[in-house]
């Protein structure tokens, strides 16, 4: 489930200029992060990217990448800062790294870069999340100053109970920004429900928030790839593209589709 895999790398590119930081969040916390853009860029739309449950991982470094080189500066942010570094090819490690994560702090940290970029010349943050980064995608609008949000298979309703750990269900609770928001799912994607799906598109609709949905026919969960062999990836490419697209123009999507 989710990236745990490292796809061939984007194409080498010159102007591109990559570098691991630290940027404060609101309590003073060193959160750790990967930040790539072009040599020289005057960009004004800037992503901030959350990963999933195997952390910032190579995956996500290049994807990145990637969004630097479609002219949008990336920050990916590791949600796992406040934690000890763990072996991701154990599963029990994993599955532990996760269950200690604390959804509050993660959310904090996740609003952190919407004032570190802009104070860097950033006019406008679209923050991109994947699974358990695509729910804080939904949630973080709510609580920090992000212009339009896109969810990879993110969960609009928890599936585990709630606990002091975690205790926002994004639907359950209410909790998600009024912002654009693009999203992605497979229709096999076990993991989220697309009935979930199906019903966080009709309390946006009811709550007027402009949303574009994309229910991807016979794909899985964590379908997003860059390897040109995979079945998804002409869709996978599309759909990378459609989510740089929207970075650069949320304001233009003002309706639900599917």
Aim: glycine share 6%; charged share 20%; proline share 8%.
């Amino acid at each position: 489930m989710c990236h745990d895999t490292t796809p061939p790398p984007p194409p080498a590119n010159a102007s591109r200029v990559s570098r691991e930081l630290q940027f404060d969040s609101e309590d003073g916390y060193a959160v750790s992060g990967y930040f790539a853009t072009l040599d020289q860029s005057a960009a004004t739309d800037c992503i901030v990217l959350v990963h999933d449950v195997f952390g910032a991982s190579p995956f996500y470094r290049q994807l990145a990448d990637r969004y630097a080189d479609r002219g949008i500066p990336c920050l990916l942010i590791d949600i796992y800062s406040r934690q000890p570094a763990i072996d991701v090819s154990d599963p029990a490690q994993v599955a532990s790294r996760r269950s200690a994560l604390d959804q509050q702090l993660a959310i904090l940290d996740c609003g952190a870069p919407s004032q570190w970029l802009p104070s860097r010349g950033a006019k406008r943050v679209t923050i991109v999340g994947f699974c358990l980064g695509g729910t804080l995608s939904i949630i973080a609008p709510a609580r920090a100053e992000f212009d339009a949000s896109v969810v990879f298979y993110g969960l609009p309703r928890r599936r585990r109970e709630k606990t002091p750990l975690e205790p926002i269900s994004p639907l359950d609770d209410r909790v998600f920004g009024r912002v654009p928001v693009l999203g992605f799912w497979g229709d096999r994607d076990e993991v989220v429900g697309i009935d979930n799906v199906a019903e966080f598109d009709q309390v946006l609709t009811s709550e007027g928030i402009p949303h574009e949905f994309h229910i991807l026919e016979g794909l899985p969960h964590s379908y997003l790839t860059f390897t040109p062999e995979d079945p998804a990836f002409a869709v996978s490419q599309a759909n990378f593209e459609r989510s740089c697209d929207f970075a650069l123009h949320a304001n233009l999507h003002r309706t639900s589709t599917k």
